[in-house]
């Protein structure tokens, strides 16, 4: 696959997942909201690393620096859905 392809696949991929956490944030009830929350969040960090490994190059980095990559993503990740566990009364 060229880099163009591979880039515009992941371009796509994008504007579906902004379209899809669009869909989960508007179309959530209130049962569903802490849930609906988390998914937001997670689709949301998946797109951070998409874009760091595909239009970063992050992908082609030294093996420390990709591991620090996704370990940043993971923690974030982890760390929004503890504060909105924790917060939502």
């Not at 992941?10 to 869909?23: D, E």
């Not at 998914?39 to 874009?51: D, S």
């Not at 093996?63 to 909105?84: M, N, Q």
């Amino acid at each position: 696959m060229t880099a163009t392809r591979r880039l515009t696949l992941v371009w796509a991929v994008l504007l579906a997942l902004t379209f899809g956490s669009f869909v989960v944030g508007i179309e959530q009830s209130a049962d569903l909201a802490g849930a609906a929350a988390i998914a937001i969040i997670g689709i949301a960090l998946f797109k951070v690393r998409l874009i760091g490994l595909h239009f970063m190059d992050v992908r082609i980095a030294p093996t420390a620096l990709r591991v620090l990559f996704e370990g940043y993503v993971l923690v974030v990740f982890a760390a929004l859905v503890v504060l909105d566990l924790v917060v939502r009364p």
